[in-house]
Structures are given as structure tokens and as C-alpha cells.
């Protein structure tokens, strides 16, 4: 309720930041139950002759995407686990303790308590939430553990803040029950690997057990990816004399696209406050929740079957008109490009690009027809497959637009934008000062990996920025903790600032360098970046 009606600062008209005076936590283990009760999940809305029900792990979904279009147009897709979540429901794959979890927000909720329930309020009747506000005596579902919510800001949306889910909350400061036994996150144990007894013997010796990994290793796209694309496009732009456009778009609340299986109800429940009638409402989550560890893989899986099933509907629309109307310099690029597909096993012929971070798309295509025509099939595509897309001014089109930081010229550059030069320019300058704790450090050198990929850096350019966090040093004495720079740091930190000020610009070819992609007659003949299949 502060949260919501904060005090205001008479002075700047804002409101004054709130600061939590309690940390209270609960946690119910075995003890809290009845007896004949434990152990069992409880559909506590769900009766049969007045006697509360179990909860229906194998109860049928309502996905909310198109599950039966992406299953025909893609009838062969590898990844027939990303297929079962969509149809039968998100599994964080976390086996957690019987317990209720009650542990409270993070602090950061504060710049969302209204806008975020407001957004819930509308996505309830999407069937994504259902609002408990009988929830003391008469919860939605037993046992349970409170999502932790955070707010962060959206660059074009700054009154719209984009709700998180802390899932390692559980972890940061152990917690037991009255029984002793300690809450685990879902982001912690939905990343231990299952265990299965390999000799057929009763022993549980390390010795005797196998282990496998969860899930499969999550594949994004890189810029380094993008720009080698890029690069074979280039090439064939000039061949045919034609200009080459970008796209870019964002899909909606895209986490919360795919629904969650009936066995994760009780472990995804938030506690909000209405503002409007001043009452704790516990919300019961039906849909995969941004910040989870697993959601961002899982999240990842479902870009890559939507760029496959857009490519396959443009790759159909592209060969038609190379058929009935491509040119002789057209037909003559493709087959040259057929021959590179001998080589590498992909389809290589295509006057077009397209990868998704997350749910972050772009394109590059070569000709105007051609960009008309990928719009078409884009926009039907993601409304045949009930993708929801955010608003309009979160698209770009043209020779220039910005990916994932980045921004990349159809003369064939990607430059480091100005916000991310300056931000690390100021960084830097404090770090050489001594004034920046371990972390603010941990949050530059994010910063600074990520532009070495996108100028294509060596390792070396980080050298002794990581000193900080080895094993005894400042860093494990909190983040706020003042590291101790070092001449090695500064050196680098210098070149840094020097590379900063600097056009920060490289060609796409750069992702090229050191690998020999050409033929005899100078023509691009590498492969290009498909999507993980």
C-alpha cells in the first residue's frame, strides 16, 4: 500500500522512493499440515461432495497460441519438447519441498504497483491471471509459493513498467521451516540435473547414478551472426544492383504467451494490492513468468520455431516468384548460392535474413518487392499463428535500424549506439577514480563483453577487469564493496575510454575476418547463420 501511494517530495514533485522496514518472511513445511493431508497438491476451488480435490496435473490447456498451425506447417520440428509446452503446458522441471512459500517483493516493485495490476486486471480476462481476494481462508491452491515481483522500466513505454519475477529470491537468504528443512528457488532446482540409478542396484553412490542435464543449451542469436548475413546479403545487393532494408519488431508480453501446465500453478502465485477497493488480492498465475531462469530458454525455443515457420511460408512465396518472374541476374545468384548449399546442408539461396533474440526479430532483405513481400507474409504469419505483437512504435523499417543494442547501417556497418558509449565512458572514469563498488563493476564488464561481440574484440581487451571477483578478493565481501584498482585495470580501463570515443563502427565483414569466403572470382561463397534446429 506505500508502494502504491507513496509520499511525495514537495520539493522535485516526485515520489519519494519507499524503503521496506520489514523483512518478514514465513515458511510452512510438513508441520503446518494435517497429517493426511501432506504431500498432496490441493485444487482448494475444486470440490466433489464438499471434499476439496486434488489438483489434475493432466487437466488439458487452452494454449494461447495456434498450436495446431505451427504443428502443421512445421510437422518435423526437432524440438518436440518446445511442441508439449505449448499444447500441455510450461514445466520449470523444479522439484521443490512441500512447503508454502510467503517471502515479500523487491523494492524495485515499487515504480509498478498501479500500472502492474492494472495489466494483470486487463490479462485476466485473456484467462492468463485469476484474482483470489478470499485467499486467507480459501486459496487457489495448497501448497504454494509466492512469485517475488520487481518492476523495470520500458524504453518506449516509461509509465508501462515491465514486471519480473525474482526466482532465486528463495536462495539469497536461506530460509527453513519449523521442521528445518530449507526453501529452494525454482531457478535453483529447475537446473539440477535428474538422476537415474544406471546399475539396476539399490546403491544412491555417486558412483552408481548418471546424470543429464534439464534442458538443452540455450542457442541466441549473436550480432556476429546477424552480421555475416548481412555480409553474404551485401554481396548480392550489389550483383543485382539493389538496395537492402531492415525490420525490425517485438512481440508482446512474450513470456506470457505460453500458458503453464496445471503441475506449476502452485509454485507461480503473486500477492498484490488492489488500490481500488484497498484489498491484498493473491493472483493465480496461468502463464510463464519473465526473469525465471528456464522461462528465458524456453522462451528462446519458441523465436526459433516462429523464424523457422516464417522462413518456410516466405521461402514458399519467394520460390513461386523466382519461377514465374525472377530475373537472369536473380536466378543466376541462387544458383551459385545452391552450390554453397552442397557444402554446408542448409538452404542458402535466400535474398533475405531473418533472427529473433527473445522477442526481438530483425530482417534484412535485398529489393524493395522483396521487403513489401516479407511484410505481408510476416504480419500474416504472426496473426495466423496468434502471436501478440506490441504497438507500432516499437517497429523499425528502413536502412538503418537498432537490434539488441546496436545499430546497423545498410552501408554495411553496426555501431555501438551513443547511451551505451556514454554510460560506459562515465563508468570508466569512476572505476580510474576508485569510486565504483564491485557491483557497478560486475554491471560495466556486462557492458563491455557485450560491445566486444558486437566490434568483434578480442579477449584480451578485458584483462584484470575480473580480478575483483576471484575467489578472497573484494568482491565476495558484498557488491557494494570498493575493489582495489590495480595498475593492469587502469591500462585497460584507458583503452577503453579511448575506444569509446571513437566511432565505435565496424563493417559487417568483420564477423568474417580470418576465414577465407571467397571464390576464384571474388564472389561470397561462405555460409550463412541458420536457426538451431
Known amino acids: 500500500k506505500n508502494m502504491a501511494f507513496p509520499e511525495m517530495d514537495p520539493d522535485t514533485g516526485l515520489p519519494r522512493e519507499v524503503k521496506r522496514s520489514v523483512h518478514w518472511s ?4 510438513e508441520s503446518g499440515f494435517w497429517p493426511d493431508a501432506y504431500g498432496v497438491h490441493w485444487d482448494m476451488h475444486t470440490k466433489v461432495d464438499g471434499v476439496i480435490q486434488p489438483v489434475d ?31 500441455d503446458g510450461v514445466q520449470y522441471q523444479a522439484d521443490l519441498p512441500y512447503q508454502i512459500v510467503l517471502i515479500p ?24 491471471y485469476r484474482f483470489c481476494y478470499g485467499f486467507k481462508s480459501d486459496p487457489p491452491v495448497l501448497p504454494f509459493s509466492l512469485t517475488v515481483r520487481g518492476a523495470v522500466p520500458r524504453a518506449s513505454e516509461p509509465l508501462r513498467p515491465r514486471p519480473t519475477a525474482d526466482g532465486g529470491a528463495a536462495d539469497r537468504k536461506p530460509r527453513c521451516d519449523s521442521d528445518g528443512v530449507q526453501a529452494r528457488s525454482i531457478n535453483t532446482a529447475s537446473q539440477v540435473p535428474e538422476l537415474w540409478d544406471n546399475s539396476g542396484s539399490d546403491s544412491d553412490s555417486d558412483e552408481d547414478r548418471g546424470g543429464s542435464e534439464k534442458w538443452p543449451k540455450e542457442v541466441k542469436p549473436r550480432h556476429s551472426d546477424m552480421m555475416i548475413n548481412l555480409s553474404v546479403l551485401m554481396n548480392a545487393a550489389e550483383e543485382l544492383g539493389e538496395p537492402i532494408f531492415f525490420f525490425t519488431d517485438d ?25 481500488h477497493k484497498n484489498l491484498m488480492v493473491l493472483v493465480q498465475e496461468y502463464v510463464m513468468a519473465f526473469g525465471l531462469t528456464p522461462a528465458s ?18 521461402d514458399e512465396v519467394e520460390d513461386e516468384y523466382m519461377r ?9 545468384w541462387c544458383a551459385h548460392r545452391r552450390e554453397v548449399a552442397r557444402k554446408s546442408g542448409h538452404k542458402e539461396d535466400r535474398l533475405y535474413c531473418l533472427l529473433m533474440y527473445t522477442d526481438d526479430p530483425m530482417g534484412g532483405l535485398v529489393g524493395v518487392r522483396r521487403m513489401v513481400s516479407f511484410l505481408i507474409c510476416w504480419t500474416r504469419t504472426t496473426k495466423l499463428a496468434r502471436l501478440k505483437m506490441a504497438i507500432a512504435t516499437k517497429r523499425q523499417l528502413g536502412c538503418s535500424v537498432k537490434w539488441i543494442g546496436a545499430r546497423y547501417y545498410s552501408l554495411g556497418m553496426v555501431v555501438v549506439t551513443k547511451d551505451k558509449r556514454l554510460k560506459v565512458l562515465q563508468s570508466l572514469m569512476l572505476l580510474i577514480k576508485g569510486r565504483l563498488d564491485c557491483g557497478e563493476l560486475r554491471s560495466l564488464n556486462g557492458l563491455l563483453e557485450f560491445i566486444m561481440v558486437v566490434l568483434v574484440l578480442k579477449r584480451n581487451r578485458m584483462a584484470g577487469m575480473y580480478e575483483p571477483f576471484q575467489s578472497g578478493r573484494e568482491a565476495e565481501k558484498g557488491p557494494e564493496t570498493m575493489p582495489k584498482v ?5 591500462q585497460t580501463s584507458w583503452a577503453w575510454s579511448t575506444e569509446m570515443a571513437s566511432g565505435c563502427a565496424v563493417p559487417f565483414s568483420e564477423a568474417l575476418r580470418g576465414i577465407d569466403v571467397t571464390d576464384s572470382q571474388g564472389r561470397l561463397w561462405g555460409p550463412s547463420v541458420q536457426v538451431p534446429a
Not at 300 to 308: D, E, F, G
Open 26 to 29: 514465513c515458511i510452512i513445511g
Open 57 to 87: 496435473f493432466n487437466a488439458p490447456i487452452e494454449p494461447w497460441l495456434n498450436v495446431e498451425y505451427l504443428r502443421e506447417r512445421l510437422p518435423d520440428w526437432v524440438d518436440q519438447q518446445a511442441f508439449s509446452f505449448l499444447e
Open 105 to 128: 517483493h523487491l523494492e524495485s516493485l515499487q515504480y509498478g504497483v498501479k500500472p502492474i495490476f492494472d495489466e494483470m486486471v486487463k490479462q485476466q480476462c485473456l484467462g492468463w
Open 251 to 275: 512481440a508482446s508480453n512474450f513470456f506470457n504467451q505460453m500458458k503453464l501446465a496445471p503441475s506449476e500453478f502452485g509454485q507461480c502465485q503473486t500477492l498484490l494490492y488492489d488500490y
Open 297 to 314: 530458454n524456453i522462451a528462446q525455443r519458441l523465436a526459433h520455431m516462429i523464424v523457422a515457420l516464417v522462413c518456410k511460408n516466405f
Open 324 to 332: 514465374s518472374s525472377g530475373t537472369e541476374k536473380e536466378q543466376r
Open 486 to 490: 590495480n595498475t593492469l585495470m587502469k
